[in-house]
């Protein structure tokens, strides 16, 4: 599975960003597609999570209501919709794919990751 994220950038706190991931390769064993992020220092976190077959998505409690974690089969791409931006939310995004087991917010759970795209929000 190869996974190529876009969509980073620099912006002010209360602005919008959407994040796009990019799906290819040998998918048949993948059920769940998350969004993490991990800011200078700090360890890795879930953010958003999609069930591919059914679309249940899950969110962390710092970004519900303010994050939307959608797919679009025919594009083979999920996104996530950031708005009212933080700048507590400044941190590399990075995309993964796998099936989890126990936690779909749990960054051990997945094995496919992108290469990560930088999120800076300011004051």
């Known amino acids: 599975v190869k996974l190529v994220e876009s969509g980073g950038g620099s912006v002010q706190a209360g602005g919008s960003l959407r994040l796009s991931c990019v799906v290819s390769?040998?998918?048949?064993?993948?059920?769940?597609m998350a969004w993490f992020r991990q800011a200078p220092g700090k360890e890795r976190e879930g953010v958003a999570a999609?069930?591919?077959?059914?679309?249940?998505?899950y969110y962390a409690d710092s970004v519900k209501g303010r994050f939307t974690i959608s797919q679009d089969n025919l594009k083979n791409t999920v996104y996530l919709q950031m708005n009212s931006l933080k700048p507590e939310d400044t941190a590399m995004y990075y995309c993964?794919?796998?099936?989890?087991?126990?936690?779909?917010?749990?960054?051990?759970?997945?094995?496919?990751w992108g290469q990560g795209t930088q999120v800076t929000v300011s004051s």
């Open positions: 993964a794919a796998d099936s989890p087991v126990i936690s779909i917010l749990d960054p051990d759970e997945y094995s496919a």
């Open positions: 390769g040998h998918t048949s064993g993948v059920n769940a």
């Open positions: 999609i069930y591919t077959a059914t679309g249940s998505a």
